[in-house]
């Protein structure tokens, strides 16, 4: 069963603007990943929280985790035309390795 | 950096013929993963493998089989492919222990 659900599932914005993009889970985590996939292309990890942190930063991301809520945030700030792709919340529930993927949100910057 | 090639972008097949996919990592990881991604549904695992040899169902495993006879290589064998196959299937692969995997481009299967 489908552990992630984004929100939202597409998103357009301007150049310079901020996007934000949730995830919401089902069950206990051991930690949320974020990944980005380009169109037609492999997906590529960004972010990694673990179930006791409540925010990271990388770069122009930010990530916020409310365990209590089971939701997930993912911020860029400032974002670029290139910053165009699809981004997948994943979580994995203990040390098997395996990991549950959302539906994705799907990010267009316009120039 | 970690490399993970698969050994076609683009794939036409007919139905009721017999597809390998097949999936190289050249970073000794241990864990290798098949997934399939479809509009809506976002990826959803169909094998995994921890080990040479070894195999795992994932959450849609029929109509699939898969092969590890080397570490670095996880075959996926659609024994008799049907047009609800046609998808887009992203191999992927870890260190065991570590979080993240990391993904080959991804095979666009079209079964006709």
């Known amino acids: 069963s489908q552990q992630g659900e984004e929100d939202p599932q597409a998103l357009s914005i301007q150049e310079g603007e901020n996007a934000t993009m949730n995830c919401s889970y089902k069950?206990?985590?051991?930690?949320l990943q974020w990944y980005r996939q380009n169109s037609g292309r492999g997906l590529v990890h960004l972010i990694l929280i673990r179930s006791n942190e409540r925010e990271k930063h990388s770069g122009r991301l930010r990530v916020t985790l409310d365990t209590s809520k089971k939701s997930s945030s993912l911020l860029i700030t400032a974002s670029r035309a290139a910053d165009t792709a699809s981004y997948f919340c994943a979580t994995a529930r203990g040390y098997t390795d395996k990991l549950i993927f959302g539906t994705g949100t799907r990010l267009q910057v316009f120039p | 950096d970690v490399k993970v090639t698969q050994s076609s972008r683009y794939l036409v097949k007919r139905t009721g013929e017999k597809v390998f996919l097949e999936c190289v990592q050249d970073?000794?990881?241990?864990?290798m993963f098949w997934y399939r991604q479809d509009p809506g549904l976002g990826l959803r695992l169909i094998y995994f493998?921890?080990?040479?040899?070894?195999?795992e169902k994932g959450d849609i495993p029929e109509g699939y089989s898969v092969s590890r006879e080397k570490k670095e290589r996880f075959s996926l064998i659609l024994e008799s492919a049907s047009t609800n196959q046609t998808s887009m299937y992203l191999c992927?692969?870890?260190?065991?222990?570590?979080?993240?995997?990391?993904f080959g481009p991804g095979t666009r299967l079209l079964v006709l």
């Open positions: 992927a692969s870890t260190l065991s222990g570590e979080e993240t995997q990391y």
């Open positions: 069950t206990s985590i051991n930690n």
């Open positions: 970073m000794d990881h241990e864990n």
């Open positions: 493998s921890y080990d040479v040899k070894m195999k």
